[in-house]
């Protein structure tokens, strides 16, 4: 069983770019069987995650933020192939996902779309800053089984709940489970918002995503 400092150790390697480090634990927690998910949500997704932090504080500029995530895109291709295979299978469906207009955060939703796609589902990224007509179109476009829409910032948490009127406006409710993300997102603004759920990180989005679709 892996203790804190382990994951600890993964976390300090994503933080400080160390990409042999970083591949090295992920040998690691395969040669030794470890839990997996355990390995890549308290590991890498909290390094990724507070690669994020330091970007949105200054003390990272845009070419660390975007090694970091490479780094972690790179452990999660040597992970993921034993994650599947370990767990059962799961059927597929497409998902399209954004950080909606006015929102330049982008990091948790690109590991949630990272992870999705290394359980099998077609995700079609769309960035940050859409608009809501945008991601709508895009739904439509790709056959989408799923829109997840992020927000990290209160101001911009309103355009999530304008995807969901816009599609009943365009009688399109039934078509598309809305998944939400984002810090600020809770239970209950799910239900003002009359999503089909939300996740607090990728491990949970992915679980999410799965029972909308086996429903």
């Known amino acids: 069983m892996p203790n804190e400092d382990f994951y600890n150790e993964i976390l300090n390697a994503i933080v400080n770019l160390e990409e042999e480090k970083a591949i090295g634990y992920a040998n690691k927690a395969l040669k030794e069987n470890l839990n997996l998910i355990d390995v890549i949500e ?7 995650r507070k690669v994020g932090e330091l970007w949105e504080d200054g003390e990272f500029f845009l070419p660390e933020l975007m090694r970091g995530a490479q780094i972690m895109q790179n452990c999660l291709e040597l992970l993921i192939p034993h ?9 597929r469906g497409t998902v399209v996902i954004a950080t909606i207009e006015g929102d330049i ?105 799965k029972s909308l679709l086996d429903k």
Not at 83 to 91: F, Q
Request: hydrophobic share 45%.
């Open 83 to 91: 994650l599947k295979s370990s767990s059962e299978k799961i059927s």
């Open 105 to 209: 955060h982008s990091i948790g939703k690109t590991i949630v779309a990272t992870m999705l796609r290394a359980y099998g589902y077609d995700v079609y990224d769309l960035g940050a800053d859409v608009p809501v007509e945008k991601i709508i179109e895009e739904a439509i476009e790709k056959k989408a089984d799923i829109i997840g829409v992020s927000a990290l910032l209160t101001t911009t948490m309103i355009g999530q709940k304008k995807v969901i009127g816009l599609l009943k406006e365009k009688n399109l409710s039934n078509k598309f489970k809305v998944i939400l993300g984002g810090a600020p997102v809770t239970n209950s603004w799910v239900e003002e918002c009359n999503a089909n759920g939300f996740a607090e990180n990728a491990i949970d989005a992915v679980r999410l995503v």
């Open 42 to 48: 308290k590991g890498f997704a909290a390094g990724i």
